[in-house]
């Protein structure tokens, strides 16, 4: 079965095809030089340059795969969550074709698309033997831990009841006067840095009166402590920002707390969950030092850890088409959504 995958929920524009859930072709373009000047996405800015870059990338994946429009069976596309205006660009190419070709069309969860992005690549993905399984999803705007007893079997069991890892690492960035995005650049500015010179908060480390949350509070997050303590620190020590050598310990250990808190919330959830394997997706596990101590979390506990590779973290349409194929294979039928769903949340097959 060939498919043609469509993901504009946010600030990239992507099609890939997938043949029985292998890739074939991921073509992605990155809006990342618009939105930098801003610190940050602007919808505006974002859906006008999916209208204008959609279809030439549409193409250049159907030529990448060597198919054209009659060898594909069906399309998937993103419809939540994800920014409104984004979506509905993806959202109407996709209808639009799938009418136009008389093809089903497969309207697909964002975040769905990177939990299965860890078991997909060159080949058809396999997902025996992984489940019950533990992902660590560290995508845009979300982090979460979700526990999967079988494949698309969905339980939230930890959340951050504040910011995301991502959104405190474009916070911190911009404090640091590094640039946008932040995890590549704090990532390549800490490199020669001590990330034990500053003991910055993990968040939720003391325990306060109550707890409002249906979530267990030892498998939460929260980051908007660790970037107020960044901006105290910063306010107290001016110094730092024009002393190359102690920003670089500022951004290491920045860095190194964002990292251990997502780090230590996995183990802590292994400990609890019965888990044949666990994995991390959505583009935070590019992070070098989380995939680290992923890695030796992995050893240390003999639970496989699964990553997608590069080109799967970030948001990409072969996520997209390949979880579709995914669902497809397990016997669900084609569903188009009547519209766009930007705060759709993961629901159980």
């Not at 910055?200 to 660790?226: A, H, I, M, Q, T």
């Not at 102690?246 to 183990?267: F, H, M, N």
């Not at 997209?320 to 294979?329: E, P, S, T």
Request: net charge negative.
């Amino acid at each position: 079965m060939i498919l043609l995958g469509i993901e504009t929920s946010c600030d990239e524009t992507a099609a890939a095809v997938v043949e029985n859930g292998a890739v074939k072709s991921n073509v992605i373009y990155s809006q990342i030089a618009k939105h930098a000047p801003y610190g940050g996405v602007v919808p505006e800015i974002a859906c006008r340059d999916h209208v204008r870059k959609l279809p030439g990338i549409i193409n250049e994946a159907l030529a990448d795969a060597g198919v054209c429009f009659d060898d594909l069976d069906g399309l998937a596309v993103t419809y939540g969550p994800g920014l409104a205006s984004s979506l509905l660009i993806g959202y109407s190419a996709a209808r639009a074709l799938s009418q136009r070709l008389n093809k089903p069309l497969m309207g697909m969860n964002h975040h769905e698309g990177h939990i299965y992005s860890v078991f997909l690549g060159d080949e058809p993905p396999v997902l025996g033997g992984a489940f019950p399984m533990l992902t660590l999803m560290v995508s845009g705007g979300d982090t979460r831990l979700v526990y999967m007893k079988q494949p698309g079997h969905y339980e939230v069991i930890g959340q951050t009841i504040d910011d995301a890892a991502g959104e405190a690492l474009d916070k911190g960035a911009t404090l640091l006067g590094l640039g946008y995005p932040g995890g590549p650049v704090i990532q390549k500015f800490a490199e020669g840095g001590n990330p034990n010179a500053i003991r910055f908060p993990r968040g939720l480390d003391n325990r306060g009166k109550g707890w409002p949350y249906s979530v267990d509070r030892e498998l939460c997050f929260s980051f908007s402590g660790l970037k107020t303590s960044l901006l105290y620190h910063l306010q107290n020590h001016p110094d730092v920002m024009t002393d190359e050598e102690k920003k670089r310990d500022v951004v290491a250990s920045y860095q190194e707390a964002v990292a251990d808190a997502l780090a230590s919330r996995v183990e802590r959830a292994l400990r609890k969950y019965d888990c044949a394997a666990f994995a991390c997706a959505g583009g935070v596990s590019l992070n070098k030092p989380l995939r680290e101590k992923l890695a030796a979390l992995s050893e240390k506990t003999g639970i496989p850890l699964r990553l997608a590779s590069p080109r799967l973290c970030t948001d990409n349409a072969a996520m997209i088409a390949g979880a579709a194929a995914i669902k497809l294979q397990a016997g669900l039928p084609f569903v188009m959504p009547e519209d766009v769903s930007p705060n759709l949340r993961l629901e159980n097959w």
